[in-house]
Nanobody
């Protein structure tokens, strides 16, 4: 069973930056695709970014390309999301998630961390 704990959320002005981190435990971290999702009030949860291990490929939602960067440290079992040029529409609860690279569905989720971007 994989446990994921996010940290690093907070309040920032538009144009600012935040870095989210996710610590994983209880599994073989390097086996998993690690991803970030977000859910704004009244909206469905949406994909933000993911990074594979085996193929080393990174994917981003169009809305965050060029502004957000996902990275992972397999030695420390952590994945991070560097968010630059933040916009008010980036305000959401951000979730760290993990899935086996052989499957499409994310099976493990963190509790979420709030990111609020003021205009």
């Amino acid at each position: 069973q994989v446990q994921l704990v996010e940290s690093g959320g907070g309040l920032v002005q538009a144009g600012g930056s935040l870095r989210l981190s996710c610590a994983a435990s209880g599994g073989t971290f390097r086996r998993y695709v690690m991803g970030w999702f977000r859910q704004a009030p009244g909206k469905e949860r949406e994909f933000v970014a993911e990074k594979t291990w085996i193929s080393g490929v990174t994917y981003y939602a169009d809305s965050v390309k060029g502004r957000f960067t996902i990275s992972r440290d397999n030695a420390k079992n952590t994945v991070s999301l560097q968010m630059n040029s933040l916009k008010p529409e980036d305000t959401a609860v951000y979730y760290c998630a993990a899935r086996d690279e052989a499957t499409a569905n994310y099976d493990y989720w963190g509790q979420g961390t709030q990111v609020t971007v003021s205009s």
